[in-house]
């Protein structure tokens, strides 16, 4: 006969939301807590009581995947309304468009390149004495030269990171290309979308199933997880343990708003890159949602900074020469027999919300062949 067993989940956000339901489905009971006031967790939606615009509380989320089954997944829940990310940067007093394109190129350099000319004077303006770069910046300067790379992401990033561009792994610029031609389209993504009624309402929907109880406002402790057959934790993973080796290094992030009527700022995302400014961006929510009509808006400036052990850990700090403590966590993570570790701060990974739900089906379904052998 089949077990029907008792899992416990820390955190109701994407990661844990997908596995409950694929387990739910599958028979097992699932309890979840958060010590948040709702679910969703860092992809949190809410109405702003002024402005009535849907707002993105720990920053700004948009959707964009090639899983089709991920996207698939997502619709199940949540119509996705169609939105393109079209992102702005502010640098020496003039806006330009990112990611840097054909149109951003001859803005900056006062030309009228077509796209093979801009590719020849971008190349000549690279670094080729970097054969094999190993952080960001040579990535940068290797392929994209000095003036834009200063312009663009030297300030930006020593703002977002406060380490020197030259420790920080290359991985992180390749998620931001070069185009040779006109498309402003930030992601390059087969899907792009936002769900008609927030992500929140959509991680309602996935946990609304018989076999899921959630509880808010509470923690799961550690110390609980003799309390169920498995459980699944996407809490930060050195606080599994304590931080009893110390903890792993994270940047926080600090929104201070401003509101006002109609549209303040033209549009979604405008990226602040000199080092001068002291916020990253400045995110206008009601741009997030194009087919809402509001008379008022809201805003928020963006500022980065070291994580204290109040702050809410966003975006883990990897450097080029590595970290020992992130190493000795994941190893001890790895030998706990009943818990699986999952998700951004499970895994002390950045992971978009698209790999977060492919992670989780797979750590779902892994489980439960398991189980079944
Ligand atoms: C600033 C920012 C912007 C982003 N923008 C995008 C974007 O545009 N597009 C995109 O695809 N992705 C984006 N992401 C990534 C996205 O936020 C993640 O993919 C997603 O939130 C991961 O979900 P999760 O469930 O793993 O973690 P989380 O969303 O962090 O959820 C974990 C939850 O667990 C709770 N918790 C932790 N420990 C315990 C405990 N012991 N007991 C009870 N509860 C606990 C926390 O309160 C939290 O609610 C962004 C991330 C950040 C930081």
Redesign the pocket.
Known sequence: MKQTLNIGM???????AVIARLLAEAGHRVQL????SHVA???HTERDGETGVMVHT???????TDDDEVWDFVNRYQRFMPYVNRVKATTGGRVYSLPINLHTINQFFGRTFNPAEARAFIEAQADTSITAPQSFEEQALRFIGRPLYEAFFRGYTRKQWEVDPARLPAAILKRLPVRFNYDDNYFAHKHQGMPEHGYTAMVERILDHPGIAVTLNA??SPSAVGDYDHVFW???MD?FFGYDQGRLRYRT?DFQKFSGQGDLQGCAVMNYTDEAVPYTRITEHKHFSPWEQHAGSVCYREFSRACGPDDIP??PVHLTEGDDLVRAYQARAQAQPNVTF????GTYRY????V?IREALNAARAFLARRQA
């Open positions: 820390a955190g109701a956000g994407l990661s844990c807590f958060d010590r948040r967790g860092n992809c720990y920053g700004p989320h948009i959707f964009h923690e799961l996407s809490g930060p606080g992030l966003y975006y999952v998700g951004r701060l992971m978009d919300m698209d977060t």
